[in-house]
Each structure stands twice: as C-alpha cells, then as structure tokens.
C-alpha cells in the first residue's frame, strides 16, 4: 500500500527508506507536523501530507499504532530545525508509543510537543481507549494546523491553537455493517440486514445504542442534535465534515449532507465550511460520521479553505 501511494503521487510525497513513514516532497523552515497510526483509515494519513498540511504521517499494521522507532523517524525527518508537533488520536496504544517517540526525539534535541484529538462524543470510554476516542474530525486539525504552521506560527502556539481547536470539534458515527479486518477475515461485530448502530468508532468499537435503519433524515436529526447539545453554548456558526467510513457510497452520504444542512438551517445556524467524502475510514464499514467544528468566534474559516498540495483534500 505505501508502495503504491508513493508510486500514484511521486510528485507530492516520497517513502522514508526501510520505513513507514511517507513525507512531503517540498519541506521549508517551519513547524513540522506528524501524525498516523494504524492503517485501514485511508486515506488517513497519508493522504493528507503535503503542502498546507502534514509533514509527514506514519502508518502501523491494520489498525494497530506505528512503533516508537518509527514514529521518531518520521519526526527526524519533518524537523526543519523549528520543532516538531505531533497530531495523535486519542487510543492508549497510539499516545502511548507517540509519547515514547517525543521522549527519544528530545534526548536527539528535537523540540516535540503533542496534541491529542478526542472528538468522539459518542462513549466516553471504550474498546482501544481511556476517555473519548480521536476520529474523523482529526481531519480538520491537519487542515487549521496545517495552514498555521504553513504561515509561521511557531511550535508552542502551534500547541495552544491545537487544543482549542480540539474542544471545538465534535462527532458522532454511525454504522449498518462492521469492517472486516483481513487478518481475521470475518467482520468486528454482527448487525441485522435491518439494523443500525449509533455511536460507532473507528475500528468497530461499541457504540451507545442498536435500532431498526431509518431514514437519512431521522438519523440526521439525532446526530445533529446530540452534537449541538454537547456544546455548552449553542455554535452560531459551524463547519461540517460528513465523512464516509469506507464502504458507504457517495450518493448516500450526499443525501445525508443535504438533510443535515437543511436542519441546520431550520435552527439559524449558519454553516461556514462543509465538506462531505471519505477521510478516515474504517477499512469497507458500511456507515459514516458527522463532525462540527463550532466556529461561532474563531478565525479559523480561512485556514479550512486555503489551497493546499495533497493526495486527498
């Protein structure tokens, strides 16, 4: 697989010898940012390194987090003598072997700092996890932090920005049929032809609830409403990201798009960004995610929509 992203896009990003780690190509004195962990979330990460985003991203075994060793490569080579900031989700293996990485990179005198993404409102606690779990709406800190590090902030307000920009961002995931991971060849968990989940993660963790399928329309109203009540004030202004969890075609998760945006425009809520497809997905689930980002008083709608040079924005 890394053999192929490196060979379909040479002209954008090139492979770490003997490594997992795919860098960007063009690399200027700032911040780099790194992030990554299991594969099976394509294109997730590697999709989004590249000019105006990731400096690097480094990818591990089906939905297992890349090693130590590895990560530190990936941070060696996206430092530009500015620092390093790594991006992480928040699963106990991936904190605890990007935390091991930090440690070393500094005893090499690189400056590292973290931010670790918790957007899942969906289960505080879970399979893979302590506290709410890092999904799709880690997308979006690439492309804010992604612009900031492009215009020269440096590493510490990189960090600062990084955690509000976390707590802005909310998502919920739903799904009608689990991955299927090729080692063990038989899906995560089992759903009647009829039946939904809701609150799902990432790597077919338990959500909070089974019902019968619903209409795109119902489903929209339960997970816009949860996620706007998860906020303690009301956002007047949001971006939307409707992400694909691999195995949902585009055509339903535009109907999806078109509900969600018409009931947040029944609530006065103006929608400043929305993007809809697949960016972190969970190998052929059948399902999606829903991701707001309150921008009620930040300035970060710029940064979501400046150019950048990737495989996948």
């Known amino acids: 697989m890394l053999a192929g992203i490196v060979n379909s896009y ?50 591990g075994d089906v939905f297992t987090s890349p090693t130590p060793d590895q990560i530190e490569i990936a941070i060696e080579h996206a430092d530009q003598g500015a620092g390093v900031l790594l991006i992480v989700k928040n699963y106990t293996g991936d904190i605890l072997n990007f935390e091991m990485a930090k440690d070393l990179a500094e005893m090499n005198d ?7 993404v918790d ?21 979006l800190v690439h492309k804010i932090l ?4 492009k215009n020269g902030t440096n590493l510490a307000d990189l960090k600062t920005l990084g955690d509000q920009v976390v707590a802005a961002i909310k998502t919920i995931g739903v799904a009608l049929k689990a991955a299927t991971v090729p080692e ?53 202004e949001i971006g939307v990201l409707v992400n694909g969890m691999g195995g949902t075609p585009l055509m339903e998760q535009f109907i999806f798009i078109n509900d ?11 929608v400043a960004f929305h993007k809809v497809g697949n960016y972190m997905t969970s190998i052929d689930m059948q399902g999606l995610s829903l991701t707001f980002i309150d921008l ?17 924005w």
């Open 10 to 59: 040479p002209q954008l990003v090139h492979r770490v010898d003997d490594s997992r780690v795919i860098i960007k190509n063009v690399e200027k004195k700032q911040v780099g940012l790194v992030s990554g962990g299991g594969s099976g979330h394509e294109p997730a990460h590697a999709g989004f390194v590249g000019e105006g985003m990731l400096s690097a991203a480094v990818l």
């Open 110 to 116: 690189i400056d590292v700092k973290m931010v670790v």
């Open 119 to 139: 957007d899942d409102i969906a289960v505080e606690d879970s399979t893979y996890t302590a506290g709410k779990r890092g999904v799709a709406g880690t997308i």
């Open 146 to 149: 992604g612009d900031a590090a």
């Open 184 to 236: 063990v060849g038989k899906p995560g968990f089992l759903l009647a032809e009829n039946e939904i989940e809701f609150g799902v993660g990432i790597h077919g963790e338990p959500g909070y609830r089974r019902e019968k399928l619903q209409s795109s329309m119902t489903l929209a109203k339960e997970l816009v409403n949860k996620l706007l009540v998860s906020y303690k004030q009301k956002p007047q």
């Open 260 to 270: 969600v945006l018409n009931l947040l425009k029944q609530e006065n809520i103006q």
């Open 296 to 312: 009620t008083d930040t300035k970060w709608q710029a940064a979501l929509t400046s150019p950048v040079k990737t495989i996948s």
